[in-house]
């Protein structure tokens, strides 16, 4: 079984940057996809972006794409989300997931097995 720990959320300003860690745990976890989402108040929560077991594929949804990027490192056991340029619409607690599937990395939520606690990212207008 994998554990999630999310690390690295704060307030920001619109147009800044932010770095979210995730540190996963348990020898295995190089054998999972990794993906990261985020979910507003009042809203579903919804893909922001994906890396496959290796990390070589790696996919993101349109809002974020340019803006967002995910790198892993599995000798760490760790993914991380660089975002910058944030906008005021990229405030919600983001959640990093994984699933154990040697497919590319899936965009819905429901296809991941193991979740974070989530970590809070606020951008100010």
């Known amino acids: 079984q994998v554990q999630l720990v999310e690390s690295g959320g704060g307030l920001v300003q619109a147009g800044g940057s932010l770095r979210l860690s995730c540190a996963a745990s348990g020898p295995t976890s190089s054998s999972y996809a990794m993906g990261w989402f985020r979910q507003a108040p009042g809203k579903e929560r919804e893909f922001v972006g994906a890396?496959?077991?290796?990390?070589?594929?790696?996919d993101y949804a349109d809002s974020v794409k340019g803006r967002f990027t995910i790198s892993r490192d599995n000798v760490r056991n760790t993914m991380s989300l660089q975002m910058n340029s944030l906008k005021p619409e990229d405030t919600a607690v983001y959640y990093c997931a994984a699933v154990r599937t040697f497919r590319n990395p899936p965009h819905d939520r429901y296809e991941y097995d193991y979740w974070g606690q989530g970590t809070q990212v606020t951008v100010s207008s």
């Open positions: 890396t496959s077991r290796s990390g070589g594929n790696t």
